[in-house]
């Protein structure tokens, strides 16, 4: 059975009559057309709806008259279209009218391949990117906060130091004159921490580290703290970096990458010696020593959440990395666990959202 649309046939031959460049011309019109959408919607997105919206009149303006005309040729003078009987006002009219429709027709297909870039290019900037928590736990003085910070700048995601929480609320049970060793003060501490004041320089250096890991021992202190930490890494959209001791283990058992940093005892206490001696507060090698080693057996020798790896985490040791080789080798570690495609993604998700802004 043939075709049943009007003029089908007529098409139908035209098509078949084609050459391919004249067949590859409408297509390299559409494919430029979409280019042009796409870049346009990237480049100004108000312009470009304004141009769509134009696009979409002008196309009505001309096809709907056409598509009348045509119309009432095909239902009242069929034989027109035929061209038998038919004055050559009529076949003019007619020809106009078929003008008219085609050109109403491209402009149309036009104006839907312009409207397909615009919607190619929202599609493409609004593809979620990855969402990637990246856990980083390690001793003192073992680089991971540096490192941390780093990988966090490098992906443009937040990034939290939870070892401050623990320091802020020894600062506080301190404050209130109470010792670091009472319980239901750290607890109250741990309760109200005001979160602003984390960027109280007061909070760095190791004696602060030290009253930190006293309370940290605490494990309603542990409990208070950890929905904060939970909901720092569950509501940011892109992720998050977290660096401390249970952050693998407890707070984020389920994030995508962990990495155990380690270096040596005297690796560590070399760098914390120097950075005493950048203050210029005079202190003894061992006596820095010492003090990590004791730090180091308290955070680990803890009932509750001690510092530990977790199984599925990736060691780095930093003892031999300067802060760029470090940085460098755990670039590789997760690039290693999520693939570059995924790392490529990040990268893009950032880039974008900087754009955005
Ligand atoms: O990372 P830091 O040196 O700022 O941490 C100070 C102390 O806080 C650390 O010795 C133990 C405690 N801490 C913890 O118990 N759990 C964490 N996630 C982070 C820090």
Request: glycine share 10%; net charge neutral; hydrophobic share 45%.
């Amino acid at each position: 059975m043939g075709l049943a649309l009007p003029f089908g046939d007529t098409v139908a031959l035209g098509y078949l009559s084609m050459t391919p460049v004249e067949l590859a011309t409408p297509a390299i019109l559409i494919a430029l057309l979409v280019a042009v959408g796409v870049w346009s919607a990237r480049n100004d997105g108000g312009r470009y709806v304004q141009l769509l919206r134009r696009g979409v009149v002008a196309a009505g303006v001309v096809l709907i008259p056409g598509a009348i005309s045509v119309g009432w040729f095909a239902r009242f003078d069929p034989d027109t279209i035929s061209g038998i009987t038919t004055t050559p006002a009529e076949q003019t009219f007619w020809f106009l009218s078929m003008s008219l429709f085609g050109a109403g027709l491209s402009m149309l297909a036009g104006v839907a391949a312009f409207g397909f870039g615009g919607w190619l290019s929202a599609t493409l900037q609004n593809r979620p990117g990855p969402r990637l928590i990246i856990a980083i736990d390690g001793p003192a003085a073992s680089g991971k906060g540096t490192l941390a910070k780093r990988i966090a700048a490098h992906f443009g995601v937040p990034y939290l130091d939870t070892g401050l929480l623990y320091r802020a609320v020894a600062r506080d049970v301190a404050a209130a004159s109470h010792g670091l060793e009472d319980a239901a003060a750290a607890v109250a501490a741990a309760k109200s921490l005001d979160a602003s004041s984390l960027s109280d320089p007061g909070l760095r250096g190791p004696r602060a580290g030290d009253a930190a890991s006293i309370v940290a021992k605490i494990p309603e202190v542990r409990a208070a703290l950890l929905e904060y930490q939970r909901d720092f890494a569950r509501n940011e959209s892109r992720g998050a970096v977290l660096d401390g001791r249970d952050i693998g283990t407890i707070v984020c058992p389920d994030a995508d990458i962990k990495i155990f940093v380690t270096a040596s005892d005297q690796a560590r206490a070399r760098r914390r010696h120097l950075e005493h001696q950048a203050r210029g507060e005079a202190i003894d090698y061992d006596q820095v020593l010492q003090d990590l080693r004791r730090r180091d057996a308290r955070d680990s020798g803890r009932s509750v959440a001690p510092l530990e790896a977790a199984g599925d985490a990736l060691r780095l040791d930093t003892t031999n990395l300067d802060p760029d080789q470090a940085f460098a080798a755990a670039l590789r570690l997760i690039a290693g666990k999520v693939g570059t495609r995924t790392m490529m993604d990040l990268l893009r998700c950032d880039a974008s959202s900087k754009n955005a802004k």
